[in-house]
């Protein structure tokens, strides 16, 4: 049996890292998927893809993803229910990342650990070609 998961699309806002009762790095984001057709009307429509990452990949995405970003993640369908605060059970489906893959640099104006990619960046400028 297979459950992969691929996808490519936008954060729709930053990365929400938080910490297990135990201290393991969760980290969860929205996508916006576009569909790969049109429909009645002649508009592409969009899908948004809640992503779930553990451990050191949610602290990377945390440390270095914001809204609009252009990502590739990689990964599995779960489905999960949960009872919710007013007893109804619920369903979530999400993509339990195993890769996030950076398809984009940082805005020049966005703050944080963006001063890595800052610096490439500048090596890109001085290239003559």
Avoid at 10 to 31: C, I, K, M, N
Avoid at 33 to 62: S, Y
């Amino acid at each position: 049996m297979l459950n992969l998961v691929v996808l490519i699309g936008r954060l729709t806002r930053d990365p929400e890292l938080r910490y297990t009762a135990s201290g393991t790095p969760v980290g969860r984001f929205t996508l916006a998927v576009d569909r790969p057709f049109q429909n009645a009307q002649g508009e592409r429509e969009t899908d948004f893809i809640d992503v779930v990452v553990w451990r050191q990949l949610a602290e990377t995405c945390a440390n270095h993803l914001a809204r609009g970003r252009l990502v590739a993640v990689t990964g599995r369908l779960q489905i999960r229910s949960y009872e919710a605060q007013d007893g109804q059970r619920r369903r979530v489906a999400e993509v339990v990342a195993d890769d996030v893959r950076f398809l984009d640099r940082p805005r020049a104006s966005s703050e944080g650990a963006g001063g890595a990619f800052d610096d490439d960046a500048s090596v890109e400028d001085d290239i003559p070609f």
